[in-house]
């Protein structure tokens, strides 16, 4: 099932590079997060590419835009009911978002002293869980963490010599039973318009 949702994303983030790199329509970002959850922490790479499908006003726009992170969890990586066996350090975070952005950078035609933008989506999370230590009367911790579900994201940004800087929330919600004690993947990214 996950590798069918993975397929799925992966298609839908590539329709945007169907379009000339230089168009009005397609923008794009690098940047860093942080991601974090109940017993976890992670830090990753992320890319941002973003297509202006709508263009509501001179300054206003819908968007379908991801904000593909890759990077490792942070900390210990260890379950205790595997017998000592370290997990994997590697984190993926993938979100898919219809978002509205207003004001700066909405396109590439809009120069104000601030942008604004706001998502809501569907993404999936995959990384490890630092050290679990469970006792032998508790209910086991899944090692892995698989979470898929609603992705709301807010973000500001604003010019920075003739490129943007951004700032963006995101929550996760997590909507499967695979990981019942984590709620949902909280993200804090800094991203760097490269276009």
Not at 57 to 82: P, Q, V
Not at 103 to 128: E, Q, R
Not at 135 to 160: F, K, M, N, R, Y
């Amino acid at each position: 099932m996950l590798k069918k949702y993975t397929i799925v994303l992966c298609n839908a983030l590539l329709i945007p590079f169907t379009i000339s790199a230089q168009s009005n329509h397609f923008s794009h970002a690098i940047g860093a997060g942080i991601y974090t959850a109940k017993q976890f922490l992670g830090a990753a790479a992320v890319y941002s590419p973003r297509f202006n499908f709508l263009h509501l006003s001179d300054r206003s726009t819908l968007s379908l835009e991801s904000n593909i992170a890759a990077g490792m969890s942070i900390g210990d990586n260890y379950n205790s009911n595997t017998g000592g066996n370290s997990t994997s350090i590697f984190m993926l975070n993938v979100p898919v978002l219809l978002s509205w952005h207003f004001g700066h950078n909405a396109t590439h035609d809009v120069h104000k002293k601030i942008g604004y933008s706001a998502g809501i989506g569907w993404g999936f999370h995959n990384s490890a869980h630092g050290i679990v230590e469970v006792s032998e009367d508790e209910e086991a911790t899944p090692a892995q963490i698989h979470v898929s579900g609603l992705s709301l994201s807010a973000g500001v940004c604003w010019p920075v010599g003739k490129k943007t800087l951004g700032l963006r929330f995101n929550w996760l919600n997590n909507n499967n039973q695979y990981n019942a004690d984590i709620k949902g993947i909280g993200t804090i990214c800094l991203d760097y318009g490269i276009n």
